[in-house]
């Protein structure tokens, strides 16, 4: 289902609770929510349609993914670059790494590694931060 998005810096900077597979239905609004807006949108946050839970879902081009419980655990090539979110107004000045490896469940409920680099790596680092109440 196609949420409403989360604008109130209140609800968006606190971090987020772990999911668990029975929190897959907001994986799948997370996902509906995506499509909705992929002119102007390539990740979302739970907590970007209210939800204090962590998981995020990000568009990778043709694919659409969704991720509980997102931690990277490596990061390597630092850049600063300019970001926009669909819950702020404008863009702002942050730090990223130009490639991650990150661990996750999907909606099995099976751990998967990924190692992202370039644009994606940015995507996910982005809804990282949502999930710890970091905002850009």
């Given at each position: 289902?196609?949420?409403?998005i989360?604008?109130d810096?209140?609800v968006l900077s606190q971090?987020?609770q772990?999911a668990?597979?029975?929190d897959w239905?907001?994986?799948?609004?997370?996902?509906?929510t995506?499509v909705?807006?992929?002119?102007?949108c390539v990740?979302?946050?739970?907590?970007m349609?209210g939800?204090?839970?962590?998981?995020i879902?990000i568009?990778?081009?043709p694919?659409?993914i969704?991720?509980?419980?997102?931690?990277?655990?490596a990061k390597?090539?630092?850049y600063?670059t300019?970001?926009?979110?669909?819950?702020?107004?404008?863009?702002?000045?942050?730090?990223?790494y130009q490639?991650i490896?990150?661990?996750?469940?999907?909606?099995?409920?099976?751990?998967?590694?990924l190692?992202l680099?370039?644009?994606?790596?940015?995507?996910v680092?982005h809804?990282?931060?949502?999930?710890?109440?970091?905002?850009?």
């Amino acid at each position: 289902m196609i949420k409403p998005i989360c604008k109130d810096p209140q609800v968006l900077s606190q971090p987020s609770q772990p999911a668990n597979l029975q929190d897959w239905p907001i994986a799948q609004d997370l996902l509906d929510t995506l499509v909705a807006h992929q002119k102007e949108c390539v990740g979302l946050a739970a907590n970007m349609i209210g939800i204090n839970k962590q998981i995020i879902a990000i568009s990778l081009g043709p694919i659409n993914i969704a991720m509980l419980n997102p931690q990277i655990t490596a990061k390597e090539y630092p850049y600063q670059t300019q970001e926009g979110c669909l819950s702020l107004i404008g863009q702002r000045t942050t730090r990223r790494y130009q490639e991650i490896t990150l661990v996750y469940l999907d909606q099995t409920g099976h751990q998967q590694k990924l190692s992202l680099h370039g644009w994606a790596a940015q995507i996910v680092q982005h809804e990282i931060d949502h999930c710890h109440g970091i905002i850009i």
